[in-house]
């Protein structure tokens, strides 16, 4: 436990990690902006581009590393698929909206790369992919399925090592669009998905700081698995299930820092329901609330990638791997700035430098170090938030999604 600003003590730190939903540019920012009328109108209130309304299941658009360069298309934002071109209105998700409005908004948060999933979540602990720029695709999988350091003869697309000048031509080529994301491509290479880079549970167990991972069975989100030092050791007994997350907060175990994402199918990537997805948030987010640690917690609940969907605001170009198209992030908390937009730039790099910064630890590369530290998001002086205990929704009945990356 370290006091932090005054002296409340922020006891734990939530990641709350989402496979990418749908237009996120219309999560609560622009729509806080725009009357009752617009927002009920199958128009982008910023930019006039055409935006259907989202069905509660949506057809899965491509979100590879590669796609993530084309739809920037160099800042204009301009060349997405024709699927990525929906939202979602308050009706569609109530409560992922109540969230955002009752506690914090990034409305400026990014993807650390272009994506895909497996390598965000990477992200989320390492501040780095290790130059990988994909998971695992037909062909690949070695034994069939994705073991990642289990299988040696996995194979994923990485990008080489490289000099001054060659990275310095693939950073031009990223702001090309289409045609410059081709040029990348050439240089894709073939390598076992079985890195050893410093992740922050390394940090946190030298500092004697508790951690988990609570993990649902998603077979593109196993980031640790990964991470060689940590599958082969008793590191990897830190990685368990949600379920564990909820025995944890009624025995009093919860540890000070944890990562917890969803199964697939409610983890609300496509072509899975938004409003699973949407209620399985609920239920653990009202425990966590019912419970004795809601007083010293902060979760930042976040999607890991744009998921193919269409946005109007560019992200920066800070390196060769991104950032990539902007994600909803609502930070929750008893001291976050309720009603709060916060319009800094932020990625999950900057949920790692919060981390460090609570805890006093090193960071891990340069993208966490320069990241912003999420404060001001937060009000350590305000009297505390209520819980805001939720209703799950009845959802409509749907195919047992069959995801397509």
């Known amino acids: 436990m370290k006091s932090w600003i005054t002296s409340v003590a922020v006891a734990a730190i939530l990641l709350v990690c989402r496979p990418a939903a749908a237009a996120p540019s219309q999560y609560a920012a622009e729509a806080r902006e725009v009357t009752e009328y617009l927002q009920q109108t199958f ?16 057809p899965d658009a491509g979100h590879s590393f590669a796609d993530g360069i084309t739809v920037i298309d160099g800042g204009k934002m301009d060349c997405f698929a024709p699927d990525g071109y929906v939202q979602y209105h308050r009706a569609d998700i109530p409560n992922y909206w109540r969230y955002a409005a009752h506690f914090a908004l990034a409305d400026h948060f990014f993807s650390s790369i272009y994506g895909p999933t497996g390598v965000e979540h990477l992200w989320t602990f390492a ?24 299988d040696p003869t996995e194979l994923a697309f990485s990008l080489p090592l490289l000099d001054r000048a060659g990275q310095e031509q693939l950073y031009q080529w990223e702001n090309q669009g289409a045609s410059g994301a081709a040029q990348v491509e050439r240089f894709y290479r073939p390598r076992w998905p079985c890195t050893n880079v410093p992740v922050l549970p390394d940090h946190l167990d030298a500092a004697g700081i508790s951690w988990k991972e609570y993990r649902g069975a998603n077979e593109w989100v196993q980031p640790l698995r990964m991470v060689k030092h940590v599958r082969f050791s008793s590191m990897y007994d830190n990685v368990v299930t949600p379920e564990d997350f909820l025995h944890d907060l009624n025995a009093g175990t919860l540890p000070a820092v944890s990562w917890l994402t969803p199964p697939f199918a409610q983890s609300d990537h496509p072509p899975t329901s938004m409003c699973l997805g949407e209620n399985w948030t609920v239920q653990y987010l009202n425990a966590l609330m019912q419970s004795r640690y809601w007083k010293s917690t902060a979760v930042v609940l976040t999607w890991d990638d744009f998921g193919g969907f269409y946005d109007h605001v560019a992200p920066p170009h800070v390196d ?14 008893p001291y976050a700035r309720p009603g709060f937009v916060d319009d800094t730039t932020l990625e999950f790099a900057s949920v790692l430098r919060f981390i460090e910064t609570i805890f006093d630890v090193p960071p891990l590369t340069s993208r966490d170090a320069n990241a912003d530290d999420m404060l001001e998001a937060f009000d350590f002086s305000q009297p505390p938030i209520r819980p805001l205990i939720l209703k799950q929704r009845s959802c409509p009945a749907g195919p047992t999604p069959q995801p397509q990356e």
């Open 43 to 58: 128009w982008d209130a910023k930019t006039g581009v055409y935006m259907k309304s989202a069905k509660d299941r949506t």
């Open 320 to 333: 060769l791997y991104g950032d990539g198209p902007r994600v909803p992030a609502i930070v929750i908390s």
């Open 127 to 150: 501040s780095q992919s290790d130059r990988f720029v994909d998971h695992e695709r037909p062909g690949q999988f070695g034994t069939g399925r994705r073991e990642f350091c289990d």
